[in-house]
């Protein structure tokens, strides 16, 4: 008799426990929702692009109408070892270019990337980056450089995964206004 009171005691214990824990476990309403968080970014966390960059020459030959302009941008292999994309447009007052351009049958600008030894020769430092190329008359290398309120540069760099799904490439002749719109990306930041 004993030991029938002692399990029923303990079944009985056991009972009243899960019982407290099924009716503690349940919860009552939900509360109010807090406010909405600001806005995230658009899918284009990725997308690096620089600011519009005033033209600094590296190095110019007046005579000879050659000029460029070295940017440094690091870890730019590694990026494009994951097949991404480079673009940079000019801008001249409040139309932007997308490089290469011609600017007439004898004057142009585009822009190359990659690693770039240091150089006696052109007076330039060892980087890895965009090196940004104008040819032409020779009267332009200094007016791109000194009228650096309406002159500029940028480079924007894509990911593989947003190139293909917005479908621009190395050659696309998209404007920047086209170019920012398609990364959904405002074009006056």
């Known amino acids: 008799m004993k030991t029938i009171s002692f399990i ?12 407290a824990l099924i009716l503690f476990s349940c919860s ?3 509360g109010l929702d807090g406010e909405t968080g600001p806005a995230g970014k658009d899918g284009n966390a990725n997308v690096i692009t620089s600011d519009w960059m005033p033209i600094v020459w590296t190095w110019k030959d007046l005579q000879e ?8 941008i690091e870890d730019m292999s590694t990026y494009l070892d994951n097949e991404g994309i480079i673009m940079m447009f000019f801008k001249n007052y409040n139309y932007a270019y997308p490089l ?11 822009f ?12 330039s430092e060892a980087f890895e980056g965009l090196r940004f190329y104008y040819e032409g008359n020779p009267n332009n290398i200094n ?19 947003i ?13 920047f206004e086209e170019t920012m719109e398609l990364l959904g990306i ?4």
Do not use: C
């Open 65 to 72: 109408g050659k000029s460029f302009m070295d940017i440094p």
């Open 28 to 30: 009552g309403e939900d």
């Open 8 to 19: 029923t005691k303990k079944l009985l214990t056991y009972l009243l426990l899960s019982f």
């Open 143 to 161: 007016i791109f450089q000194f009228d650096s309120e309406n002159i500029k540069i940028r480079y924007v760099l894509v990911p593989a995964n």
């Open 100 to 110: 290469p351009v011609n600017l007439t049958d004898s004057a142009y600008l585009k």
């Open 186 to 189: 405002d074009p006056n930041q």
């Open 163 to 175: 190139a293909e799904t917005t479908g621009l490439s190395m050659d696309s002749k998209t404007n």
């Open 112 to 123: 190359n990337y990659g690693k770039y030894s240091a150089n006696e020769n052109f007076q």
